[in-house]
């Protein structure tokens, strides 16, 4: 894989095709070759690239590593979209890779031109949300100290409805990951400012409160359009 230094540590990212700018941001646990099948489709289309983020694949980490922000990730794709000359670009993220879109279009005015966001961890928007969390912490921290780190991953990918956890990812980047969710500050009044087409999509199986927290998304951001669970491939295609 090719590697761009981003906000201090190196990533490694795959591109294809040729178009306009299309940045994929993998969610927590995955990795770059989740979006394999979405780069596929929009490589005739686009000039796709797929990255693995900080931890994940041949990406570099600082050492040592435990925790990780949002704003720290943004920096990150900032990062590689400057060094690839990739923007504007079309950002379509998962879960946490959504968070870093939107952080992107609130810090970075003019990388992002728009948006597809998938599950997208808003659950600040939520009130429902605090006490779904509360017991999803409670799930991963027993299984953790029952079964261990692998068992404790893949219970949280079935309880949020990720199809595919990479084989490969070290339970510290994961955790960092998880830990990050609630990094983003949400500020509604700025969130109703952001003047860029939106796509805000489900994934596979979300739970409820993953649902609701899309749902108060796309009502704050004024060109948003809420779809259900659809291919991103589409979804983005529709914004080039």
Known sequence: MPIVDGAGVP???????SGPP???????????AAWGATAAALAADARVVAY????????????PYTRTTVSEQAEDAA???AALGAAPAVACGADLGA??????????PGVVSAAVLVDASA???VAEATAALAAEREMLETALRDEGPGPAIAAW?????????????PARVFFADYGAQPTLPLSRRELRGLEVPVA??????????VRAAGDALAALLPRSRRGGTEDPAAAVRALL
Do not use: C, M, Q, W
């Open 123 to 125: 659950f600040p928007l």
């Open 200 to 209: 805000v999509i489900d994934g596979p199986a979300p739970p409820g409160y």
């Open 22 to 32: 299309v940045l994929l941001v993998h969610g927590i646990g995955t990795g770059r």
């Open 52 to 63: 693995d983020r900080r931890g994940y694949g041949a990406s570099g980490t600082p050492e």
């Open 11 to 17: 990533l490694s990212y795959e591109a294809s095709g």
């Open 99 to 108: 968070l870093v879109v939107l952080d992107l279009l609130l810090r970075h």
């Open 79 to 81: 990062a590689l979209l």
């Open 157 to 169: 990918a079935a309880l949020r409805g990720v199809a595919r956890v990479a084989p490969d990812v």
